[in-house]
């Protein structure tokens, strides 16, 4: 989390001077400012039998950034949703973005927070009563009472409650879930850019720009695991391809184009769909490497969760080849995989056991430890920097982020 220190250097110069000599106008010295950010890491140390190990202490740890050895300057074991050996940096300076309440229950000691990241626009509406009965376990097997959390969502839904411990209104928020998402169907009778269908793309954009914002407020809040409950069906940028040019076959009346039977899949006359369908596999890495880099700069875990379990085949109204319609699933899936995996959270898909995934989720944000080091690296090109953590016992195992990017500087080409 960032830290700011401001040093100010600046005064007049008097010089000695003569009854005839005119007065000298001091000095102005150039006011020079620097900053520095304390970095914060999450460590899980267990045991070969996988319990989780309370008694490591601050010079058991070893904590390395590009192979360099780091001071640790702050220290917090947070054990059983309690915290414990607080060696904490001076707070930074209040800032702009997420408000954390002024004051906590008195029987409040987890520290935890929770971001329950609702995305609607990704959520099937067939599907909204399982969505909710999911939403319904997690408030009661992960939120528990004295955990803060937030809730927003992408679409109509229309979440947006900041940092709470007032379990209430979560209960309400479950009662306006209702998924929003584009049936196969609807993909295929919609219009076709030059990227492939907009409507798809715009819906990601929105998914994406919604939890990178939010990413970005995280950063202001240090010492605390911060766990991203990530509720959606996942990305495709580029879904159902051949029954889409098969469809605009039969739409613009032109045989053969798009079932295989002029050689090609996308063929010339349609130059449109080539072109986008081209890229989308990159911009869809693209922009879950971005937000994966933000979660990382926040340290913020990401746990996707898609509420469909075990995914069957599609509806039975729906013109989509089996083919297509499994491919559209492991791509989606493993958009959800990609969020989890670079932020060193689960992805919880292709499973109707949630309840044991919540468990697991609730022990991981319940028992950790949190470093922190302010980087001595001292380049600034160096925007990618990769994250080694050792403890000098034997017989445990470790668990945290391997790397984290710095921000680009304001007014940057790309995000």
Excluded: C
């Excluded at 904590?63 to 001071?71: A, F, H, S």
């Excluded at 929003?180 to 998914?207: D, M, N, T």
């Excluded at 933000?294 to 990401?302: L, S």
């Amino acid at each position: 989390m960032s830290g700011a220190l401001a040093v100010v250097l600046a005064g007049a110069i008097l010089q000695a001077q003569s009854p005839q000599q005119p007065p000298v106008v001091p000095d102005q010295r150039e006011v020079i400012r620097r900053t520095f950010d304390i970095v914060t890491q999450d460590v899980i140390v267990r045991d070969n039998q996988g319990v989780f190990v309370a008694d490591v202490s601050k010079e058991e740890f070893e904590i390395y950034e590009d192979g360099v050895k780091q001071d640790i300057i702050s220290f917090l074991l947070t054990h059983g949703g309690r915290i414990y050996n607080q060696m904490l940096p001076p707070p930074p300076p209040s800032q702009e973005g997420i408000i954390l309440p002024p004051t906590r229950p008195t029987s409040d000691a987890a520290g935890r927070i929770f971001i329950i990241f609702v995305d609607d626009l990704h959520l099937d509406f067939r599907n909204t009563g399982r969505i909710r009965d999911l939403f319904k376990r997690i408030s009661k097997e992960l939120i528990h009472d004295g955990d803060m959390f937030a809730i927003l969502s992408t679409g109509p839904s229309s979440l947006a409650i900041d940092l709470t411990y007032d379990h209430k209104r979560l209960e309400e928020a479950i009662k306006k879930i209702s998924g929003a998402g584009l049936r196969p169907q609807e993909i295929l009778e919609g219009g076709e850019g030059q990227e492939g269908p907009p409507e798809v793309r715009y819906r990601a954009h929105v998914a994406f720009s919604t939890a990178y914002d939010m990413m970005r407020n995280l950063e202001q809040v240090t010492n605390r695991r911060k766990a991203f409950i990530y509720v959606s069906n996942g990305y495709d940028l580029d879904p159902f391809r051949d029954s889409r040019n098969k469809h605009r076959a039969e739409m613009y009346g032109r045989p053969g184009m798009g079932d295989g039977s002029d050689g090609s899949d996308i063929p010339e006359t349609d130059p449109f769909m080539k072109q986008g369908n081209l890229f989308a596999s990159a911009d869809l890495a693209a922009q879950l490497s971005e937000l994966t880099r933000a979660a990382n700069r926040a340290n913020t875990t990401i746990y996707t969760i898609d509420p469909r379990g075990l995914v069957g085949g599609p509806d039975l109204d729906e013109k989509v080849d089996m083919v297509e319609w499994q491919n559209h699933v492991r791509t989606s899936q493993d958009s959800l995989r990609v969020l989890a995996d670079l932020t060193g959270g689960i992805a919880v898909i292709n499973q109707n056991d949630f309840s044991r995934a919540l468990r697991r989720i609730d022990n991981e944000t319940s028992d950790y430890y949190v470093l922190g080091y302010v980087s001595s690296n001292p380049d600034p090109l160096k925007k990618r920097r990769r994250i080694e953590v050792k403890v000098n016992r034997p017989g445990v195992h470790l668990m945290h982020r391997t790397e984290y990017t710095l921000r680009r500087p304001p007014g940057s080409a790309s995000r």
